[in-house]
Structure formats: C-alpha cells, structure tokens
C-alpha cells in the first residue's frame, strides 16, 4: 500500500515536471500537408469559395489566384482547387524551409507561422 | 449576455457611425461589435461571464480610473472562433489556412508528448484530429474556446491508438521487482526539473511501447484506470496489474 503512494507520488511528480516543458513548433510541411488535406476535403462534397467571393471578402490572393480571379473564365473554374498543380504546395509539403515568398500564399503563411 | 458577434457585408465601411474603427478579426470579412459599458471576462473554461460585483453603470468608470487595461473585446476568442468556423464551414480557404496556422502547434505539442517516442505516428494523428474537426466543425456551437475543442478531439485520437495498441498480447518481460527501488525518494531534491523531464523522456524511450502507453495515460492524461479498463475492453484489475508492471520497469530503469 506504502509502495503503491510512493509509486503514486514519484509518478506524478515526473508527469508534472516532463509536462511543464516547452513544446515544439510543429513542422511546417506537416502543417501544409493538413492544409492540403482540409481544402481537398472540402472540395470533394461542394465547390469551394471563389476567388471573386474571396477577394470581395476582402481575403488576399497571391499572383496565381489573382490570374485565375481575373481571366476569363467561369466561377466554376474559379472555385477550383488550384494549389493542387501549384509548385508552392509541393515545396510545402516537401521542405521544413521552402523557397516560396509570395504574399497572399496560404503555404507561405503556414511557412511563417 | 450582450456579445455579438455579427456577419458584416464586404463592402461594409471601415469607420462606425461616431467614427471609430470597425473591429475586424484577422481579416475576416465579419464585424464584432461589443454592446457599450459591457466588458465580459473570460473564464478559465473559455466562457463568457461577467465579474460577481459588476454593475452595468461603473464598469468603464473604474476600469479607466484605475488605469487598469480595458479588456479588447472581452471574449474575442469565443466570437472570433465562431467567426472562423463560419468562414471555414463557407469553404473559405482562407480561413482554412488560418485554422491550420493558429492550432496546429498546440495540437501537435499535445499528441507529441502523449505518443512520444512515436514520431512516426505523430504527424498522422494530428492529421487525424484536423479532419476528424472539419468532418464535425458544424456541430461546434462556440460554447467552449475552439481551442479546447479541438483538444477534445486530438485526446480522443489519442486514446483510440492507445486503446489499439493495449489491446494487442502485452509483451512478455522477465523482470524481477526489487525491493529496494521503492524506497523513499526525494527527486525534486536531486534532480532540477529540465533533468527529470530529459531523464523522463530518456526512460519512457527504452520502454515497450504497451507500458509507456499505459503509463502516459494514468500519469500525464491523468486518467482513472477504471476509465481505462472501459476504453480498452479490459478488466480494472487487469489495468492495474500492466500498470504495476510498467511502474516497476521504469523504476528500475530510473534508478540504473
């Protein structure tokens, strides 16, 4: 019975000092793999929001979106996934530090989180 | 309660009608506006509530004559996270990446430490806990933070990989109880606590992965081992006996 509280306290007190412990950031192509994940399960049940109705939300596009926001195409293709052929999520998925800047990139504000 | 938080059009002006700035959250294209002279505080469980002796009339009064901070928009989080919900349940994705940026790090921490040595795993879990959130993101009602929400479910995903791994043959160890390792101890005397921690970590390593689970669940989830033995399909006694059994291994690993 001793045993067990000594057991008991000794355990406890070895949980509070490891957990106290600062935590690492999580990887940033794993955050990029998440966003990946989420924006092609939203996608499969319905169209996403378009880039139109982004922009008028006020929500910043990066230079591909803006492309695709200005051509002339219907709000179908607008509201495509793009970032699936895009070389920024690649990099994003790949590397802890990818070379992308861009503003408006949602991989690059995963990057700088 | 008299918090709100409001769906604004796009277009809408940035400046109110006696000139102050429209507060917008992160860039979302929704408004949150706190009715005059209410300034809620947030409780430890993320609720809204308001302070025992507060009184509609002096509330700004005494916060500005004490020079104490005027709270920005009391409970922001609760508002803002409802905003960020609606937003992201709108398939903004936008939004999306603003959720994943905000929490992945807290989350990842979370399972992290509870699957620790498992980094393998790690990345797959807190996948888990994102999809498992957007599969149910509807049925959040902003009672809690979205924080603790999404907590809730990387404790559930955690549980569930404890639960498969405790229920595959426990490993069969041939070791010895001495006596003697549970003698009186005064760690936090002989140890600071960045050494216990890295020895913590060092010991759980070497371990079999079925007592480094069972021991993470009782002592760093804190969870009753009659909770255990229900999620696991096992008896309490059961529980108990692995648990004896893992405390006695890491003991002697410790004290080697």
Redesign the interface.
Known sequence: MT?DR??EE??????D?????E?????SS??A???S???N???EA????SFTE?K?????LCVFEELVRIAPVGETIKSL?V?RVCHARVLAERMENPPIFWNGC?YV??KN? | MRLSASLMPCDCPDTLADGSLRPVVSGLPFALSIEPNVFPTPSSKGELSLPADYTPEDCRVSSLRESQPVPELGNASSAEDRALVTAILQKDRKATAEFVARYTDEIYGYVRCRLFPRYDVVNDVVQEVFLAAWENLGQFRGEGSLRSWLLGIARHKVETYYRTQLRTPEPIENYTEDPGIHSTFSITDRLEQEQIRKKAWQVMSSLPETYRLVLIWRYWDRTPTRDMAVKTGKTEKAIERLLARARAVFRERWDS
């Open positions: 045993r000594s057991d000794f355990f406890r007190v070895v949980a000092a490891s957990e106290s412990s935590t690492l950031p999580a990887p794993l955050k793999r998440i966003y994940a989420l924006v399960r939203q996608a319905a169209p996403l929001m982004l008028a939300c006020g929500q910043r996934n970032c949602p504000q995963l989180s």
